[in-house]
């Protein structure tokens, strides 16, 4: 059986969770199917774990256009070369175009996995402009022509039955994203978090992530402010989405600072050995996700042995058992999309009572971070999941 999967992000170019998601499937998968990958960006290695990689670069006749088109210029570069595949799966609006016009070109079965929803992301128009429109309607068409849709959690099959009510539900399947627990192994050493400003003898509060609307970054900075004196807050941060969002954000980190210690911002997405020992020496994770079809951070940080305190929204409560690996925080959401708390101030004293609870109680929130571990490794291995996604594949395959 041969698999061709579509994908924006792959190694070394991963910025997010979906990333994450193809590399891991795609090592697991490579030993037990001819996998072929064709990935958004710049030249990569051929060979991955034994899977083919290609990569594609935007067409130069679209360097000024809008990015939504950029990426239908890379889709249909992609789909030629999907000739002789039994089965394409495409994961992102990014790649479901591909997808879709593989199926259609080469007769074969479309699988997409669902990471995250356009309908649900609605601050993108803040990026794309038209372009928003453009990638809603190369979502909803992927999803509804679709052979079948992986969503990550049950909370996303929920989203995707919502958003998209022409979709079949009995096509959408529940499989969870995983985490290569061999991999995120707890590193007691003290040397990177030191080097990159961290005190290892303070309790710390570690947020790592995008600076995007859906991360929820703002209401955790606010949060920060009620902490003890003594809790280091930790922001592992990418780039933000847009200007706007990056000023704001900034200028809550500023107004922190004036008035505490302790804040400590890595402006950089870190490598994952690094990633690995700031994870170890936190006392809380903190996840304040206004929008998480599941949450991958999550699991990394539990398999370092972190206690969790992220809000109950999406597929997060489906991985962070409360009261057992973290706390949940309620959220009551607008339902225009947005995900916006009906009380941001109420939601803001909510997590900040959360991550407090946890933090004055060490021996607490390292029990909590043990039963983590646990449950990282007993129920979202990538093996269990790679299994589960070609059970899906023979599904829709011609008997």
């Known amino acids: 059986?041969?698999?061709?999967i579509v994908t924006k992000e792959f190694p070394p170019e991963i910025y997010g969770g979906a990333g994450v998601h193809v590399a891991e499937l795609s090592r697991v998968l490579a030993s037990k199917v001819e996998l072929r990958v064709h990935a958004f960006g710049a030249d990569r290695p051929a060979d991955f774990h034994g899977a083919t990689v290609s990569s594609y670069g935007n067409?130069?006749?679209?360097?000024?256009?809008?990015?939504?088109?950029?990426t239908l210029g890379v889709d249909l570069q992609i789909v030629p070369d999907i000739a002789g595949a039994d089965l394409v799966h495409s994961h992102t609006w990014y790649a479901n175009m591909a997808g879709h016009l593989a199926s259609l070109l080469h007769g074969i079965p479309h699988v997409l996995s669902a990471h995250s929803l356009e309908p649900l992301r609605p601050w993108k128009a803040e990026q794309l402009g038209g372009g928003y429109a453009l990638s809603s309607w190369v979502e909803k068409t992927a999803y509804e022509a679709a052979a079948a849709i992986i969503a990550v959690s049950d909370g996303m099959r929920q989203d995707i039955l919502r958003?998209?009510?022409?979709?079949?539900?009995?096509?959408?399947?529940?499989?969870?994203?995983?985490?290569?627990?061999?991999?995120?192994?707890?590193?007691?050493?003290?040397?990177?978090?030191?080097s990159l400003g961290i005190d290892?003898?303070?309790?710390?509060?570690?947020?790592?992530?995008?600076?995007?609307?859906?991360?929820?970054?703002?209401?955790?900075?606010?949060?920060?402010?009620?902490?003890?004196?003594?809790?280091?807050?930790?922001?592992?941060?990418?780039?933000?989405?847009?200007?706007?969002?990056?000023a704001e954000v900034n200028a809550l980190i500023e107004g922190l600072k004036a008035a505490r210690d302790g804040v400590v911002v890595i402006e950089r997405m870190l490598p994952r050995n690094e990633l690995i020992q700031v994870l170890s020496h936190a006392t809380v994770f903190a996840c304040p996700s206004i929008y998480e079809p599941l949450g991958i951070v999550n699991l990394e940080a539990m398999a370092c042995g972190a206690a969790v305190v992220a809000s109950a929204t999406g597929g997060i409560p489906e991985v962070v058992a409360h009261g057992e690996t973290?706390?949940?925080v309620p959220l009551e959401q607008l339902s225009d999309g947005s995900g916006t708390?009906?009380?941001?101030?109420?939601f803001v004293a909510d997590f900040a009572s959360a991550l407090i609870e946890v933090l004055k109680d060490p021996a607490r929130a390292r029990a909590m971070g043990?039963?983590?571990?646990?449950?990282?490794?007993?129920?979202?291995?990538?093996?269990?999941?790679?299994?589960?996604?070609?059970?899906?594949?023979?599904?829709?395959?011609?008997?």
């Open 1 to 4: 059986m041969r698999i061709d």
């Open 163 to 194: 958003s998209y009510p022409d979709v079949d539900p009995d096509k959408v399947k529940v499989i969870h994203n995983g985490i290569d627990v061999a991999a995120w192994q707890r590193d007691e050493k003290d040397d990177v978090v030191r």
């Open 341 to 346: 708390p009906l009380d941001p101030d109420k």
């Open 59 to 70: 067409l130069p006749q679209l360097a000024s256009a809008n990015p939504a088109m950029q």
């Open 200 to 246: 290892p003898s303070r309790p710390s509060v570690v947020w790592v992530g995008r600076v995007t609307r859906q991360k929820g970054v703002p209401y955790l900075l606010k949060a920060a402010a009620a902490l003890p004196p003594e809790v280091q807050l930790v922001l592992c941060a990418g780039a933000a989405d847009t200007p706007e969002l990056g």
């Open 326 to 328: 973290g706390l949940l």
């Open 370 to 399: 043990e039963k983590g571990r646990v449950r990282a490794q007993d129920h979202f291995s990538w093996e269990s999941i790679v299994e589960q996604t070609l059970d899906v594949y023979r599904s829709v395959l011609p008997k």
